[in-house]
C-alpha cells in the first residue's frame, strides 16, 4: 500500500494506575493536500462573478460573494467593512449609482486555496455617468466549495485626488481662501 504522512498530538493522563490516552489528534500534512485548482485566468475572472451580482443592483447578491470572515475597504467610506451586514449596507449606498464596472490592469497571483487579483479598474455610475478610477485587491479562498472574498481593498487613483486638491487650493486661492487651500493640502 500507499504512505501517507501526517502529523498528530497525544495528550495523556495518569488514571487508576495506568496512562490513559485523554486527547488525540491526527491529519493529513497540510501542504500535502491538493489545493482547489485556479488559473491567473480564472482568477481574473472572478471579477465578472462579483461585478454580475453588481450590476443586479441587489446588495445581497453582492455580498454573499464575500466569505464569511471577509474584510472589505471600500472607496468611499472610512469605514472597516468586517461582517455581512456592514458589506451589504456599503453596497446598498453603493449600488445606488447604478455602478458598473471593469478592470483595466490585472496582476493575478494563485496560491494553495487562495489567489489574488490586484490592479486598476473603473466604474462608471449609469445614473450620471460619471467615471470613477481605483486601485483595488481581492484575495480570494476557496470556501465551502467556492472561491469567495477574503479580502477586498479599493482606493481612489492618489495622483487623481492630487490634482483636485491642487485645483481646489488654485481655486481657493484665487477667491481669497488661501487658509482652506492650506487645509486641503495637507
Known amino acids: 500500500g500507499d504512505k501517507v504522512r501526517g502529523r498528530y498530538t497525544f495528550v495523556y493522563i495518569y488514571e487508576n494506575g495506568q496512562w490513559m490516552i485523554s486527547q488525540h489528534h491526527s491529519s493529513l500534512m497540510p501542504e500535502e493536500q491538493a489545493g482547489e485548482a485556479i488559473t491567473e485566468d480564472q482568477v481574473k475572472g472572478l471579477f465578472k462573478l462579483w461585478n454580475d451580482a453588481l450590476l443586479t443592483g441587489d446588495a445581497d447578491a453582492v ?20 461582517d455581512y451586514a456592514l458589506i451589504k449596507d456599503y453596497f446598498v449606498k453603493f449600488q445606488a449609482g447604478d455602478p458598473s464596472g471593469e478592470i483595466l490592469e490585472s496582476y493575478a497571483t494563485v496560491g494553495h486555496n487562495w489567489a489574488s487579483d490586484v490592479g486598476i479598474y473603473e466604474f462608471t455610475m449609469a445614473k450620471d455617468g460619471s467615471k470613477v478610477k481605483g486601485r483595488y485587491s481581492f484575495v480570494y479562498v476557496w470556501e465551502d466549495g467556492a472561491w469567495m472574498i477574503s479580502h477586498h481593498h479599493s482606493s481612489q487613483m492618489p495622483e487623481e485626488m492630487a490634482a483636485k486638491i491642487e485645483e481646489a487650493a ?6 481669497g481662501t488661501s487658509n482652506n487651500a492650506r487645509m486641503l493640502q495637507i
Do not use: F, H, Q
Open 63 to 82: 455580498t454573499e460573494r464575500y466569505a464569511k470572515n471577509a474584510v472589505l475597504l471600500p472607496t468611499v467610506s472610512d469605514i472597516p467593512r468586517t
Open 170 to 175: 488654485s481655486d481657493a486661492g484665487a477667491s
